[in-house]
């Protein structure tokens, strides 16, 4: 890589490094806790960004996989498994499986179906979370136990940070050299000409298929660390509405970028940090800001910063 | 598990399968002719509900509340379209589903800030407030009846005017071709935004019938909303047939699925296991349904959509 | 190489392909012309894969392929370029070519490896794009590249698989005379190797070109024969050539 465009991923890297000392410092813990939300969630986005900006697969269900990530977390612990791999474990392949099914109907759709489909399945996943109220139901249950791990203590919110900040840095990088390995060729060029990818002899859909499932299985991590992170679990995970959030994040941040989702999570999370804080009803102002941004903004914050990767 | 109970139990998923099909047809409408996904169409079904209501209050009564939420949506349904929704027609998916995503908060938050966030109660007219005789003995709610009634007068007004009319020739045209209407010289525009309003209006009958059944709060659209994407897909966008057949179906399903799985499955497996798997799979029946149907045909059962 | 039996397609109450029967010899080159609405696009559709008969039979190389879907039978060497270019325009030529060249190279779940540092990829693209002639624009986005140059592009990416067959669906579509020469010189030089089913509407070309021509019209074909006899008979200019002239 070349050192100029290496340098601003440094910047940024060392910035975030920087932040939780800086801020325990002006005595403001609670941005801290707000920060780590934002980088476990950017991690949701960077997944999302997989299939939707690079593959043109308009999921509008994957709060699913953040829900089924948290609930392994939960549900481990609920019978006594406290091990951080084996929740780590069972989050990634709980969503990847469940991915895979939910793909395999949905991919062989297309257009307005696969956008209806895949909504209406996380439903069918949230009403799931609803209606087992060993868990909690409606209500949510709490964590019995944040993931044990050797070596760091995800107590320690400092020390969370740090893990979320270097699992974001591990997606971001993951997903760079998918997207630009032969597989990541085939699914950006199946998004790009569908017709023409099928004429030289590609079958989108395994690739389709695949590429769902990876992208399910890293939201299902990011899910795990959203758990241990409120320390509580509730169906709202799975809504749409944490579905459209997701979608919301990788298109303002720029969709197909590699920087984008992580500067769409901030984008989004902190606008809406500091909306609620002025009235309750924020909503009623970020709805108008959301449609203005999709007719005004496409581009994304990171088209302001550099071109997007061909 | 009386008959009586069993048939009782139909009638609701008839009646629930109304309040779908008044909601699918627009939505499949839409979707079909001007290719927009629109997923603010809850939010229209939640102002038919609360104008309604709050018409029905002001006035004292319940026609007036009727009549004046179904203009008042209409209304809402055309300036939307008008201001928000016209750029959007040449967009791709994702961004027309960004967009009336951010109509949905919009709405939500604006009827909360109106009429607050807590469910408000709303009755049928005491000239419906009875119960009716059935055959087999039970009685049966006039108001759930009379919506029975009404959805099926207007499947038949729908079928009248789509396949007796000029304008649901043109309508069933675009469904299959969009651009050849265009070609045809008809007034692309006008024929949008009637259909777009013709939608919310459906969608806000459907609403200010339900508001006395179900909850009329923030949020309301949604919940329907999605079990009516289930309705369109399995039915066939761009088919009022389809929206039908699929509409009645998903009701029925759902709503014996949620009345008899659990003490159907009581008698196979322990009543504890019964107590929660039960409503767990009831609540996912209808998706199960649409995954079925998808296995076999992708395009729903009766696609509009010609090659 | 290639049989066609019979084959129909109706669309509604238009039959767009009225029983139509061809054979294509190994090395052909073989010109399919006729006017518009003729049923070209159709027939050529269901050659590709994109359009499924309603009946009859296509054997390619010996093989049914009538129910195989269109990455299958360009898997099995059926290449085709598009009328309307359809290529990727936001990647660079030799990407759109290192793509192609993908596809004939089994499998692609390959995770790791960027693509485009791989030089087994990028080799055989250079090769094929200095035949073609487009090697020095080999870095610039296809969107850019003028509508002559994309035309190329369009038959480089059908030869970059490797084909048995080539479906050439109108390659000189929208060319000035300069350009087109260029493409038939090039074409000119894949007869020898290639087997190749031509549509064209520039009858400079399919006569220089074809070594048989097919008439259709309206669905059916009303004559295969050597350019020659083509040129003489009655129904073809009666139904054709007397238009285009």
């Known amino acids: 890589m070349a050192a100029r465009k290496i340098l601003p991923w440094l910047g940024a890297a060392i910035i975030l490094a920087l932040l939780p000392p800086f801020l325990l410092a002006i005595g403001q813990p609670f941005y801290l806790d707000l920060a780590r939300r934002i980088l476990i969630l950017a991690i949701a986005a960077v997944s999302l960004n997989l299939i939707l900006g690079y593959g043109g697969l308009v999921s509008f269900g994957h709060a699913a996989y953040l829900g089924i990530g948290a609930y392994a977390v939960g549900i481990l612990g609920f019978y006594g498994v406290g091990n951080g791999w084996l929740h780590i474990l069972a989050a990634v392949v709980a969503s990847a499986l469940v991915a895979a099914a939910i793909g395999a109907v949905s991919i062989r759709t297309s257009g307005i179906y696969f956008i209806m489909i895949t909504l209406a399945f996380t439903q069918m996943l949230y009403y799931l979370g609803i209606s087992v109220a060993e868990f909690g139901g409606d209500d949510g249950m709490r964590l019995k136990t944040r993931s044990l791990f050797p070596l760091v203590d995800l107590n320690d919110p400092v020390a969370f940070y740090y893990v979320a900040l270097a699992l974001v840095i591990l997606s971001i990088f993951v997903t760079h050299r998918i997207v630009h390995s032969r597989f990541g060729m085939v699914l950006r060029a199946a998004k790009s000409n569908e017709s023409r990818s099928r004429a030289i002899g590609f079958s989108p859909y395994p690739y389709r298929l695949a590429a769902f499932v990876i992208s399910g299985a890293m939201c299902g991590l990011s899910g795990a660390l959203y758990a241990n992170h409120t320390n509580y679990i509730t169906p709202n995970l799975m809504s749409w509405q944490q579905s459209g959030d997701l979608m919301f994040m990788v298109i303002l941040g720029g969709m197909a970028t590699a920087s984008g989702p992580v500067l769409g999570a901030f984008a989004l999370l902190l606008v809406e940090d500091l909306l609620s804080g002025w009235t309750q009803h924020w909503q009623v102002i970020l709805g108008p800001l959301l449609i203005l941004s999709v007719i005004f903004f496409r581009r994304g914050l990171a088209g302001i910063f550099y071109k997007a990767d061909a | 598990m009386t008959f009586g109970l069993v048939f009782e139990q139909l009638l609701n998923g008839l009646q629930f399968g109304v309040t779908l099909f008044l909601m699918a047809a627009g939505l499949t409408l839409v979707l079909g002719i001007m290719n927009f996904v629109n997923l603010a169409h809850g939010s229209l079904y939640m102002v038919g509900a609360y104008l309604a209501l709050a018409a029905a209050n002001w006035t004292g009564s319940y026609l007036a509340g009727v009549a004046l939420g179904l203009a008042g949506t209409l209304l809402v349904g055309m300036l939307i379209e008008v201001i928000a929704l016209r750029t959007l027609y040449a967009r791709d998916h994702l961004d027309q589903v960004l967009a009336t995503f951010g109509l949905i908060l919009f709405f939500n938050e604006l009827v909360a800030i109106l009429w607050g966030r807590a469910a408000l109660f709303a009755s049928p007219p005491s000239w419906l407030s009875h119960h009716i005789d059935l055959f087999t003995g039970s009685r049966y709610p006039a108001y759930r009846a009379a919506i029975i009634v009404v959805g099926f007068f207007v499947a038949a007004l729908l079928w009248y005017v789509v396949t007796r009319t000029r304008l649901g020739m043109l309508i069933r045209a675009g469904a299959s071709n969009r651009t050849m209407v265009a070609a045809l010289g008809v007034n692309i525009r006008l024929l949008y935004t009637l259909v777009f309003g013709f939608g919310a209006a459906l969608a806000g009958l459907a609403g200010l019938m339900a508001g006395p059944i179900y909850n009329v709060q923030p949020g309301m659209g949604e919940l329907v909303l999605i079990q009516v994407f289930v309705v369109v897909v399995i039915g066939g966008i761009g088919s009022v047939r389809g929206a039908l057949v699929g509409a009645i179906i998903v009701g029925i399903v759902d709503t014996l699925g949620r009345a008899f799985l659990k003490p159907l499955m009581a008698t196979v497996i322990s009543a504890p296991a019964a107590e929660s798997a039960g409503p767990a799979l009831a609540s996912m029946l209808i998706y199960l349904l649409m995954a079925a149907v998808l296995a076999f045909r992708p395009q729903g059962l009766f696609p509009a959509r010609g090659g | ?245």
């Not at chain 3, 793509?99 to 779940?109: K, T």
């Not at chain 3, 060319?175 to 031509?198: D, P, V, W």
């Open chain 3, 1 to 245: 190489m290639l049989e066609v039996r019979a084959l129909t397609k109706n669309f509604g109450a238009l039959r767009a392909t009225d029983g139509v029967t061809l054979e294509i010899a190994e090395g052909e080159t073989h010109a399919i012309i006729g006017p518009n609405g003729a049923g070209k696009t159709t027939l050529i559709g269901q050659l590709a894969g994109d359009i499924r008969p309603d009946a009859g039979t296509i054997r390619f190389a010996g093989e049914d392929v009538t129910a195989l879907p269109t990455p299958r039978r360009a898997r099995r060497g059926l290449a085709r370029s598009f009328q309307i270019t359809s290529i990727y325009r936001d990647f660079t030529t030799l990407q759109n070519v290192a793509l192609a060249v993908q596809a004939r190279s089994g499998h692609s779940f390959r995770f790791w490896r960027r693509a485009h540092a791989d030089d087994s990829l990028i080799s055989p693209s250079q090769k094929i794009l200095e035949e073609v002639g487009l090697e020095k624009r080999m870095h610039v986005v296809a969107a850019n590249l003028s509508h002559g140059e994309q035309r190329q592009l369009e038959v480089a990416m059908a030869l970059a698989t490797r084909p048995r067959l080539l479906l050439l669906d109108e390659p000189m579509a929208g060319m000035g005379t300069e350009e087109s020469q260029r493409m038939i010189a090039f074409l000119a030089t894949l007869k020898r190797k290639q087997t190749i089913i031509l549509v064209e509407h520039d009858m400079d070309a399919v006569f220089r070109l074809a070594d048989r021509i097919s008439v259709l019209v309206y669905g059916r074909v009303i004559a295969t024969d050597v350019p020659e006899k083509i040129k003489l008979n009655e129904e073809v200019r009666k139904a054709y050539l007397g238009e285009e002239s």
